[in-house]
């Protein structure tokens, strides 16, 4: 256990690294606060996330917001900016989620392939056929079962298809 270098009084969480050439010449180490206060750390984000940006951001059940023409310089909530973004990789509030918009989308759509959100399963199981209703299928079962007692053979194949198309998902024709 090491204490903050900064402060003396709080365990140090953070460790910084000074490096010459490939070799370590020093260290420091850091509590939270105190990197905070250094720069060193990212500000924690608030306790909830509001999912409206991420869905406004995406593309949500509202459509698209229209992109501002204008460049942004730093993100209004926490000073962040474009290059600082690029360099990190993280966004560091809510609010850099619609002041760097005009460059998270085009990053969205390149790692996504996508900048509306689908669902929460793979394409193939999304568009799966909807789930047929159980009493249209033990209708048409009886209906099979009586034609075939009855001997109309006719009736019984035209409801084997009909009975086959609702299994998959197609609707029956009659």
């Known amino acids: 256990m090491q204490y903050c270098t900064a402060c003396q009084t709080a365990l140090a969480t953070i460790v910084i690294l000074d490096l010459n050439e490939g070799s370590v010449t020093g260290s420091q180490h850091l509590c939270a606060a105190c990197a905070e206060q250094l720069g060193l750390a990212q500000p924690k984000l608030p306790p909830k996330f509001a999912p409206e940006i991420l869905e406004d951001l995406l593309g949500g059940p509202k459509g698209p917001r229209p992109t501002p023409q204008r460049k942004v310089d730093a993100c ?31 990053l969205l759509r390149r790692i996504h392939e996508a900048d509306v959100h689908r669902g929460r399963l793979p394409g193939v199981l999304a568009s799966a056929p909807p789930p047929r209703d159980d009493q249209d299928l033990a209708l048409l ?32 024709k009659s």
Do not use: H
């Open 76 to 106: 209004p909530g926490c000073g962040m900016t474009a290059q600082e973004f690029r360099t990190k990789g993280r966004l560091g509030c809510p609010r850099c989620y619609e002041a760097f918009r005009q460059e998270l989308v085009p």
């Open 141 to 172: 079962r009886k209906r099979l079962e009586d034609a075939v007692r009855g001997e109309r053979y006719e009736e019984a194949a035209r409801l084997r298809d009909d009975l086959r198309r609702l299994e998959r998902g197609e609707g029956a």
